[in-house]
């Protein structure tokens, strides 16, 4: 597979001398890769939920990815090839972890009353402009929060809400129908949408 | 219909995949209902915030053992 890596390597000099002397991928495929490797390194470490874990699973995909490319047809989406290989490679970790960490879910449907209206009182959410970006904290709320999804949800979450996958990907990646995958998604978001109520709302009169 | 078949039927309306009677007793609840309104304002919200979580960096150390793996073949020959 490197060998391909080589072949399109254009016989430019390098625009600092100092580069040439470690892996040089050519400007177009080092693009590729930082784009593949941060987009790969963020899924993992959202269905894992720790940094560690997603270092070493980040490695093994790639280590698969240059394994299996030779073998890669075109089959499906370049993008799509890869998200399959990490998503099986974070699986696999979990199920080798096989800590079934028994997690307390709110069910959502019991914040409504028997005759289906709202349990709890609904508060609006302050507004936020659009064009600004989440500030640190925001981040942080947020991650938390897909955190402390239960694995079901948050894997389904994490590929269709953060990383705007369509769901027959999902599906086909988690090996669930598609109406299962709207199904979570529709739960993990409830589950979201609790958890970061009481960050965005706005304040109390 | 009631407040919790129409949050049940959130994730259908934002997809836009609910038969038109539906979403028509969906949105005369919600015209009428200011909890539900708030709710799936919020339910929106919470979609759209997913979108415009940014990236955590690479890791730098991890950035270079990943180009080392890409570079690793014994095929890599000379650069021409």
Known sequence: MAGTMTSRRRGRPAADPARAAGPVLGARVEKLFHEYATRVYNLVRRMLGNEADAEDVTQEVFAQVVRKLPTFRGEAALATWLYRIAVNAALALRRKRAT???????DVLE???????????????????????????AHEVIEAAIRR???????????????????PEIAAALGLTVGAVKSRLH??????????????????A | MTCREVIELLGDLAANDVAPERRRQAEEHLAGCPACLAYRESYQRTIELARRLQPAAVPPALLQQLRGLLDADPKAGDTP
């Open chain 1, 149 to 167: 999804l239960p694995e079901v949800y948050r894997d389904v979450y994490v590929l269709a809400d953060v990383e705007e996958l369509p769901n």
């Open chain 1, 187 to 204: 739960r993990a978001r409830l589950l979201m949408r609790n958890a970061l109520a009481p960050y965005f709302e706005e304040e109390a």
């Open chain 1, 100 to 106: 079934r960490t028994r997690h307390e879910v709110p």
């Open chain 1, 111 to 137: 914040d409504f009353l028997s005759d289906g209206r709202h349990g709890v009182p609904v508060r609006r959410w302050a507004a936020t402009p659009d064009e600004i970006a989440l500030n640190h904290e």
